[in-house]
């Protein structure tokens, strides 16, 4: 059972969004570490190791806003959420861990009802990671686009 699942069945909601948000900070704090680390890689100290500190400190960097931005999902900030999946491109080591991040942004703006910029982000998506345009009819996050022409031409 989910920790939204065992929440609801106790009717306490509120108790659930604490909870994502404490472990949300709790993230922010390690993003702004790894942050740290990848600018301390510069120095000549680090010469020798400086390609493969900088990937694995991207790499948890990509882990950490991605957790963050599903976590902004599941108390309903889609905003927030946009702006961290936002970051998490910025450190995806190709396109298609790029894609995984566009397809979230579609969802999220799927369900702010910005059908727009949710098109153009599933349309990012599919075009860095092809195999996620299956996923897009059994999506519910895109069920208000569901009725749009162009989603069955992604699909």
Same mark, same amino acid.
């Given at each position: 059972?989910?920790?939204? #699942?065992?929440?609801?069945?106790?009717? *306490?909601?509120?108790?659930?969004? *604490?909870? @994502?948000?404490?472990?949300?900070?709790?993230?922010?704090?390690?993003?702004?570490?790894?942050?740290?680390? !990848?600018?301390? @890689?510069?120095?000549?100290?680090?010469?020798?190791?400086? *390609?493969?500190?900088? /990937?694995?400190?991207?790499?948890? !960097?990509?882990? *950490?806003?991605? @957790?963050?931005?599903?976590? !902004?999902?599941?108390?309903?900030?889609?905003?927030?959420?946009?702006?961290?999946?936002?970051?998490?491109?910025?450190?995806? #080591?190709?396109?298609?861990? /790029?894609?995984?991040?566009?397809?979230?942004?579609?969802?999220?703006?799927?369900?702010?009802?910005?059908?727009?910029?949710?098109?153009?982000?599933?349309?990012?998506?599919?075009?860095?990671?092809?195999?996620?345009?299956?996923?897009?009819?059994?999506?519910?996050?895109?069920?208000? !686009?569901?009725?749009?022409?162009?989603?069955?031409?992604?699909?």
């Amino acid at each position: 059972m989910s920790l939204r #699942a065992d929440h609801e069945k106790d009717g *306490n909601e509120e108790a659930f969004k *604490n909870e @994502i948000s404490a472990s949300i900070d709790s993230l922010k704090a390690q993003e702004m570490k790894l942050k740290t680390h !990848l600018e301390h @890689i510069s120095r000549p100290e680090y010469t020798d190791l400086r *390609n493969e500190l900088k /990937q694995t400190l991207k790499e948890q !960097l990509y882990r *950490n806003t991605y @957790i963050q931005g599903l976590g !902004l999902k599941s108390i309903e900030q889609y905003e927030d959420a946009i702006i961290m999946l936002n970051k998490t491109v910025d450190y995806a #080591a190709d396109k298609r861990s /790029q894609g995984y991040a566009y397809y979230n942004m579609a969802c999220y703006y799927s369900l702010l009802n910005q059908t727009g910029s949710a098109m153009r982000f599933l349309d990012k998506a599919i075009e860095a990671a092809p195999d996620l345009a299956k996923d897009v009819v059994s999506e519910s996050d895109f069920n208000n !686009l569901k009725q749009d022409d162009n989603l069955s031409n992604n699909a």
